[in-house]
Protein backbone atom coordinates (compact mmCIF):
# COMPACT_ATOMS: atom_id res chain seq x y z
CA UNK A 1 0.00 0.00 0.00
CA UNK A 2 1.46 3.61 -0.94
CA UNK A 3 2.62 5.59 2.13
CA UNK A 4 0.12 8.57 2.66
CA UNK A 5 0.49 11.81 0.41
CA UNK A 6 1.61 14.43 2.71
CA UNK A 7 -0.98 18.21 1.88
CA UNK A 8 -0.42 21.45 2.35
CA UNK A 9 -3.16 24.39 2.18
CA UNK A 10 -2.21 28.02 0.91
CA UNK A 11 -4.83 30.38 2.74
CA UNK A 12 -4.07 33.38 0.28
CA UNK A 13 -5.58 35.52 -3.04
CA UNK A 14 -5.12 34.64 -6.72
CA UNK A 15 -2.51 36.20 -8.52
CA UNK A 16 -3.95 36.39 -12.78
CA UNK A 17 -0.29 36.55 -13.97
CA UNK A 18 0.78 33.67 -12.46
CA UNK A 19 3.67 34.58 -10.63
CA UNK A 20 2.64 34.84 -6.77
CA UNK A 21 -0.35 33.84 -4.16
CA UNK A 22 -1.83 30.82 -4.65
CA UNK A 23 -0.76 29.84 -8.34
CA UNK A 24 3.33 30.32 -6.81
CA UNK A 25 2.35 27.92 -3.59
CA UNK A 26 0.65 24.98 -5.65
CA UNK A 27 3.74 24.90 -7.88
CA UNK A 28 5.61 25.06 -5.04
CA UNK A 29 3.88 22.44 -3.14
CA UNK A 30 3.47 20.17 -6.46
CA UNK A 31 7.61 20.41 -6.29
CA UNK A 32 8.17 19.01 -3.44
CA UNK A 33 5.55 16.43 -4.01
CA UNK A 34 3.02 17.57 -1.37
CA UNK A 35 -0.27 17.94 -2.83
CA UNK A 36 -1.65 21.57 -2.78
CA UNK A 37 -4.99 22.70 -1.53
CA UNK A 38 -6.17 26.15 -1.00
CA UNK A 39 -8.82 28.87 0.11
CA UNK A 40 -8.79 31.69 -1.86
CA UNK A 41 -8.94 35.10 0.03
CA UNK A 42 -8.84 37.51 -3.15
CA UNK A 43 -8.96 37.62 -6.64
CA UNK A 44 -6.07 40.02 -8.25
CA UNK A 45 -6.07 41.30 -11.81
CA UNK A 46 -2.28 41.71 -12.20
CA UNK A 47 0.43 40.82 -14.57
CA UNK A 48 4.57 41.43 -14.65
CA UNK A 49 4.18 45.29 -14.80
CA UNK A 50 1.59 46.08 -11.46
CA UNK A 51 -1.95 45.33 -9.87
CA UNK A 52 -4.71 46.74 -11.65
CA UNK A 53 -7.65 45.39 -9.24
CA UNK A 54 -8.23 43.61 -6.17
CA UNK A 55 -11.68 41.70 -5.03
CA UNK A 56 -12.16 40.45 -1.61
CA UNK A 57 -14.14 37.58 -1.20
CA UNK A 58 -16.33 37.26 1.58
CA UNK A 59 -14.85 35.95 5.16
CA UNK A 60 -17.38 33.12 5.50
CA UNK A 61 -16.31 31.69 1.73
CA UNK A 62 -13.13 31.29 2.54
CA UNK A 63 -13.20 29.58 5.96
CA UNK A 64 -16.08 27.38 4.17
CA UNK A 65 -13.31 26.56 1.78
CA UNK A 66 -10.62 25.37 4.50
CA UNK A 67 -13.25 23.15 6.65
CA UNK A 68 -14.30 21.51 3.35
CA UNK A 69 -10.36 20.31 2.65
CA UNK A 70 -9.50 19.82 6.23
CA UNK A 71 -12.82 17.93 6.97
CA UNK A 72 -12.13 15.45 4.41
CA UNK A 73 -8.48 15.13 2.84
CA UNK A 74 -6.92 16.79 6.01
CA UNK A 75 -3.54 18.88 6.11
CA UNK A 76 -0.43 18.64 7.58
CA UNK A 77 0.79 22.12 7.31
CA UNK A 78 -0.64 25.19 5.95
CA UNK A 79 0.26 28.47 5.65
CA UNK A 80 -0.94 32.09 4.49
CA UNK A 81 -0.26 34.78 2.47
CA UNK A 82 -2.39 37.53 0.86
CA UNK A 83 -5.09 38.00 3.67
CA UNK A 84 -6.29 41.26 2.40
CA UNK A 85 -8.58 42.82 5.74
CA UNK A 86 -9.40 42.83 8.67
CA UNK A 87 -12.48 40.40 9.07
CA UNK A 88 -11.29 37.59 6.71
CA UNK A 89 -7.71 37.79 9.39
CA UNK A 90 -10.15 37.61 12.17
CA UNK A 91 -11.72 34.70 10.32
CA UNK A 92 -9.03 32.55 9.17
CA UNK A 93 -7.46 33.02 12.65
CA UNK A 94 -10.56 31.90 14.50
CA UNK A 95 -10.91 28.87 12.20
CA UNK A 96 -7.65 28.10 12.57
CA UNK A 97 -7.58 27.62 16.38
CA UNK A 98 -10.90 25.25 15.44
CA UNK A 99 -9.51 22.95 13.02
CA UNK A 100 -6.65 22.45 14.92
CA UNK A 101 -3.94 23.10 12.31
CA UNK A 102 -0.93 22.60 14.15
CA UNK A 103 1.99 23.56 11.52
CA UNK A 104 0.89 27.28 10.31
CA UNK A 105 3.46 29.40 8.41
CA UNK A 106 2.35 32.89 8.58
CA UNK A 107 3.86 35.49 5.48
CA UNK A 108 2.13 38.62 7.06
CA UNK A 109 1.93 40.20 3.18
CA UNK A 110 1.54 43.68 5.02
CA UNK A 111 3.86 45.76 3.30
CA UNK A 112 5.73 44.85 -0.11
CA UNK A 113 9.16 44.73 -0.74
CA UNK A 114 9.57 48.24 -1.88
CA UNK A 115 7.81 49.45 1.01
CA UNK A 116 4.38 50.07 -0.01
CA UNK A 117 1.66 49.26 2.89
CA UNK A 118 -1.26 46.45 1.76
CA UNK A 119 -3.46 46.61 4.54
CA UNK A 120 -4.72 48.82 6.73
CA UNK A 121 -3.58 49.13 10.63
CA UNK A 122 -6.67 47.99 11.49
CA UNK A 123 -5.93 44.68 9.61
CA UNK A 124 -2.41 44.82 11.07
CA UNK A 125 -3.47 45.39 14.42
CA UNK A 126 -6.22 42.24 14.09
CA UNK A 127 -2.52 40.21 12.40
CA UNK A 128 -0.65 40.72 15.27
CA UNK A 129 -2.96 39.79 18.14
CA UNK A 130 -5.32 36.99 16.51
CA UNK A 131 -2.87 35.11 13.83
CA UNK A 132 1.01 35.82 14.83
CA UNK A 133 0.49 33.68 17.72
CA UNK A 134 -0.99 30.35 16.06
CA UNK A 135 1.97 30.36 13.29
CA UNK A 136 4.60 27.60 13.39
CA UNK A 137 7.11 30.01 11.16
CA UNK A 138 6.51 33.82 10.89
CA UNK A 139 8.26 34.97 7.98
CA UNK A 140 8.13 39.03 7.88
CA UNK A 141 10.26 40.73 5.29
CA UNK A 142 12.51 44.32 6.33
CA UNK A 143 9.68 46.71 6.13
CA UNK A 144 6.99 44.19 8.00
CA UNK A 145 9.41 43.49 10.96
CA UNK A 146 10.06 47.16 11.33
CA UNK A 147 6.44 48.11 11.52
CA UNK A 148 6.12 44.90 13.83
CA UNK A 149 9.45 45.78 16.31
CA UNK A 150 8.61 49.68 16.20
CA UNK A 151 12.40 50.08 14.94
CA UNK A 152 14.33 50.86 11.75
CA UNK A 153 16.33 48.09 10.46
CA UNK A 154 19.78 49.08 8.82
CA UNK A 155 22.07 46.75 10.26
CA UNK A 156 22.41 42.70 11.18
CA UNK A 157 22.43 43.65 14.86
CA UNK A 158 18.93 45.54 14.10
CA UNK A 159 17.54 42.44 12.13
CA UNK A 160 18.59 40.47 15.54
CA UNK A 161 16.89 42.58 17.58
CA UNK A 162 13.69 42.83 15.86
CA UNK A 163 13.64 39.08 15.59
CA UNK A 164 13.45 38.65 19.23
CA UNK A 165 10.80 41.61 19.19
CA UNK A 166 8.67 40.23 17.00
CA UNK A 167 8.89 36.85 18.72
CA UNK A 168 6.97 38.09 21.72
CA UNK A 169 4.14 38.54 19.76
CA UNK A 170 3.71 34.27 20.65
CA UNK A 171 4.46 32.50 17.01
CA UNK A 172 7.38 29.42 17.86
CA UNK A 173 9.97 30.99 15.92
CA UNK A 174 10.99 34.56 13.19
CA UNK A 175 12.30 34.42 10.42
CA UNK A 176 13.23 38.41 9.33
CA UNK A 177 13.82 38.12 5.70
CA UNK A 178 16.95 40.05 4.38
CA UNK A 179 15.55 40.87 0.80
CA UNK A 180 14.62 44.49 1.06
CA UNK A 181 18.39 45.14 2.72
CA UNK A 182 21.27 46.53 0.78
CA UNK A 183 24.72 45.21 0.23
CA UNK A 184 26.12 42.02 1.96
CA UNK A 185 23.26 41.72 3.92
CA UNK A 186 21.05 41.35 0.78
CA UNK A 187 19.90 37.80 0.91
CA UNK A 188 20.57 36.89 5.10
CA UNK A 189 17.46 36.49 7.06
CA UNK A 190 17.56 35.82 10.78
CA UNK A 191 15.65 32.93 12.56
CA UNK A 192 14.58 33.19 16.30
CA UNK A 193 12.47 30.88 17.95
CA UNK A 194 13.31 31.89 21.70
CA UNK A 195 16.22 30.07 21.95
CA UNK A 196 18.18 29.73 18.94
CA UNK A 197 19.11 32.99 17.30
CA UNK A 198 20.82 31.85 13.53
CA UNK A 199 21.99 34.01 10.37
CA UNK A 200 20.97 32.15 7.51
CA UNK A 201 22.75 33.50 4.19
CA UNK A 202 22.25 32.41 0.68
CA UNK A 203 23.83 33.30 -2.24
CA UNK A 204 22.71 36.33 -3.83
CA UNK A 205 20.97 35.68 -7.40
CA UNK A 206 21.33 39.01 -9.53
CA UNK A 207 18.13 38.93 -11.44
CA UNK A 208 15.51 41.80 -11.59
CA UNK A 209 13.09 38.66 -12.02
CA UNK A 210 12.10 37.89 -8.41
CA UNK A 211 8.72 38.20 -8.21
CA UNK A 212 6.86 35.60 -5.70
CA UNK A 213 9.72 34.81 -3.73
CA UNK A 214 8.15 35.80 -0.55
CA UNK A 215 5.12 33.18 -1.19
CA UNK A 216 7.10 30.57 -2.80
CA UNK A 217 9.55 31.07 0.20
CA UNK A 218 6.31 30.35 3.18
CA UNK A 219 5.06 28.03 0.75
CA UNK A 220 8.13 25.44 0.68
CA UNK A 221 8.58 25.61 4.41
CA UNK A 222 4.65 24.65 4.68
CA UNK A 223 5.85 21.89 2.23
CA UNK A 224 8.63 20.99 4.25
CA UNK A 225 6.72 21.09 7.28
CA UNK A 226 4.01 18.75 5.34
CA UNK A 227 6.61 16.35 4.64
CA UNK A 228 7.82 15.99 8.48
CA UNK A 229 10.59 18.29 8.87
CA UNK A 230 11.72 20.25 11.79
CA UNK A 231 10.57 24.09 11.33
CA UNK A 232 14.18 25.36 11.18
CA UNK A 233 15.01 22.19 8.87
CA UNK A 234 12.35 23.28 6.94
CA UNK A 235 13.14 26.90 6.81
CA UNK A 236 16.64 26.18 5.29
CA UNK A 237 15.51 23.98 2.74
CA UNK A 238 13.27 26.06 1.66
CA UNK A 239 15.55 29.24 1.48
CA UNK A 240 17.49 26.72 -0.94
CA UNK A 241 14.72 25.79 -3.28
CA UNK A 242 14.14 29.65 -2.99
CA UNK A 243 17.89 30.53 -4.50
CA UNK A 244 17.69 27.98 -7.16
CA UNK A 245 14.61 29.24 -8.40
CA UNK A 246 15.94 32.43 -8.61
CA UNK A 247 18.26 30.87 -10.55
CA UNK A 248 15.86 30.02 -13.10
CA UNK A 249 13.71 32.96 -12.92
CA UNK A 250 11.10 33.87 -16.25
CA UNK A 251 11.64 36.23 -18.56
CA UNK A 252 8.08 37.09 -19.23
CA UNK A 253 6.13 39.89 -20.13
CA UNK A 254 7.23 43.41 -19.96
CA UNK A 255 8.01 43.74 -16.28
CA UNK A 256 9.20 42.01 -13.25
CA UNK A 257 8.96 38.21 -13.82
CA UNK A 258 8.66 35.30 -11.32
CA UNK A 259 10.66 32.89 -10.08
CA UNK A 260 10.97 29.81 -11.99
CA UNK A 261 9.00 26.80 -9.67
CA UNK A 262 10.02 23.95 -12.38
CA UNK A 263 13.92 24.08 -12.49
CA UNK A 264 13.64 20.29 -10.78
CA UNK A 265 12.58 19.66 -14.46
CA UNK A 266 15.36 21.12 -16.05
CA UNK A 267 18.19 19.19 -13.97
CA UNK A 268 19.88 18.12 -16.69
CA UNK A 269 20.68 21.50 -18.04
CA UNK A 270 24.65 21.97 -17.44
Request: hydrophobic content about 55%.
Given at each position: MNAPIPVAMTIAGSDSGGGAGIQAD????????VHGTCALTCITAQNTLGVTRVDALP???VIAQMAAVVSDIG????KTGMLLNQEIIAAVAT???ALGLQQLVVDPVMVSRTGAQLIDDDAIATLKTALMPL?????PNRYEAQILAGQEIQTLADMQTAAEKIYQFGAKAVLVKGGGMSGELQGID??????????LATEVVN???THGTGCTLSAAIAANLALGHHPFTATRLAKTYVTQALHHSLVIGHGQGPVGHFFPLNQTEG
Open positions: LRTFAFHQAAAVQAAEVAATVLTIWFDGQQLETTPH
